[in-house]
């Protein structure tokens, strides 16, 4: 399929004279996928919107990830329902667009009493089949998923609304669907060096704007600095691995993730086993405590894993990765799987905003300005809803 409206992301405008200031009704600072799901539900409101971005494309957190859209981390009720609405926007943009996305869901996979408890709790206030989740026995785990290593396996949780995405090809395929679909102008290379109330001011020159809304991840210091830092968000570095593409007949299956994932995730927070669970992991794996270690693996299109992630949080992000990291996380993936071969590609580090009690922070500078941060690593999750949510609410 012809991917509509698909364009190398570089400015294609000319550069205006000083004294000519063009105006827009929206201007989105930040083209990653918060930015973009902005742009997106400005443009389809009948709104003329600019899209700055200082680099020639999305490099950040956006495209730094797993391309996971997981409603089931998600709290019930806001986040949930935001989550869910992206996953449909998701899924007609992927249709549509043609790039590569898998409505593959998720298997959590059960190893301890505690962990077979939570997900018993929670299958059950969520309604069970009613909501998609299915609690399984071990050998309905082992069925779901055959690559799964079954010793000590007690049982687990299906749940059919995890969707994957090819995240670099997605967020290199929507500024073009911007522009071509709704005339959205994009202007990357453009540093946005202040935001006032119906004026942006860049690299080059000055902008006018009816309404601005800045996207711009852990950048706590180019924009609203003294706002951000007082705002509670913290900096979150994490660690991930891609390997080498597995045998055309090894499939993972649904995305995987183990008990280490419930205390992580806030869709849990509430279940009575939780606080046992903490204790016991605490006792039993305190490395991985100690480094927000989790387990996610999931299969790309070419048939390569990604596998991940560790949580460190802070003021700065450290440049230099732990190999300690990736290899107790690369320990976890050979206890979990019974895999041909783990032989690794790639390794990186990607770096998001959270607030250690919210699920996302909207600052209000100006009446005319939000600035929207701390999706806590869920961005690919709520990005769609959460913009429809914030024009719903502003406009």
């Not at 249709?95 to 962990?115: I, M």
């Not at 077979?116 to 785990?141: H, K, N, P, R, W």
């Not at 922070?361 to 941060?373: D, E, G, K, M």
Request: charged share 15%; hydrophobic share 45%; net charge neutral.
């Amino acid at each position: 399929m012809t991917l509509a409206g698909a364009v190398t992301p570089t400015s294609n405008l000319k550069r205006q004279p000083a004294n000519q200031l063009r105006h827009f009704d929206v201007a989105v600072v930040g083209a990653g996928i918060l930015g973009l799901a902005h742009a997106l539900q400005a443009a389809r409101r009948g709104l003329r919107v600019a899209v700055f971005e200082r680099d020639p494309r999305a490099l950040g957190a956006s495209i730094r990830n797993f391309g996971l859209i997981l409603p089931t981390g998600m709290a019930a009720g806001r986040p949930r329902r935001l989550a869910l609405q992206s996953r449909a926007e998701w899924l007609a943009l992927a249709k549509y667009g043609g790039f590569w996305h898998s409505a593959c869901g998720l298997l959590l996979a059960a190893y301890r009493p505690e962990e077979m408890q939570i997900l018993a709790e929670f299958a059950q206030g969520a309604s069970g089949a009613a909501e998609g989740y299915t609690l399984l026995t071990a050998e309905q785990v082992a069925a779901r998923s055959p690559a799964i290593n079954r010793m000590g396996l007690l049982g687990g949780l299906d749940s059919a609304s995890e969707v994957l995405v090819d995240a670099p090809q997605a967020l290199d395929w929507l500024p073009g669907h911007l522009r071509a679909q709704y005339r959205v102008e994009f202007f990357f290379g453009e540093t946005v060096l202040g935001v006032g109330p119906h004026e942006i001011t860049t690299s080059s020159q000055r902008w006018q704007v009816g309404r601005s809304v800045v996207c711009s991840g852990v950048d706590f210091e180019t924009l609203f600095p003294a706002l951000l830092q007082q705002s509670g968000l913290v900096k979150c570095k994490l660690q991930m691995l891609r390997t080498v593409p597995l045998p055309r007949e090894w499939k993972l299956g649904p995305v995987l993730a183990t008990g280490l994932s419930l205390p992580h995730y806030a869709a849990f927070a509430e279940c009575a086993a939780l606080p046992a669970l903490r204790s016991r992991l605490a006792q039993e794996h305190p490395q991985l405590i100690e480094h927000g270690i989790h387990l996610l693996v999931a299969q790309t299109e070419g048939g390569a894993l990604l596998v991940g992630d560790s949580h460190e949080y802070g003021s700065a992000v450290n440049p230099f990765d732990s190999v300690e990291i990736d290899e107790l996380i690369l320990s976890l993936v050979q206890h979990l799987l019974v895999v041909p071969r783990l032989a690794l590609a790639q390794r990186w580090h990607g770096a998001y905003a959270r607030h250690p009690a919210l699920d996302t922070v909207i600052l209000s500078p100006y009446p005319s300005v939000r600035v929207v941060a701390g999706a806590a690593g869920a961005g690919m999750t709520l990005s769609f809803g959460l913009a429809g949510e914030t024009f719903d609410n502003w406009l």
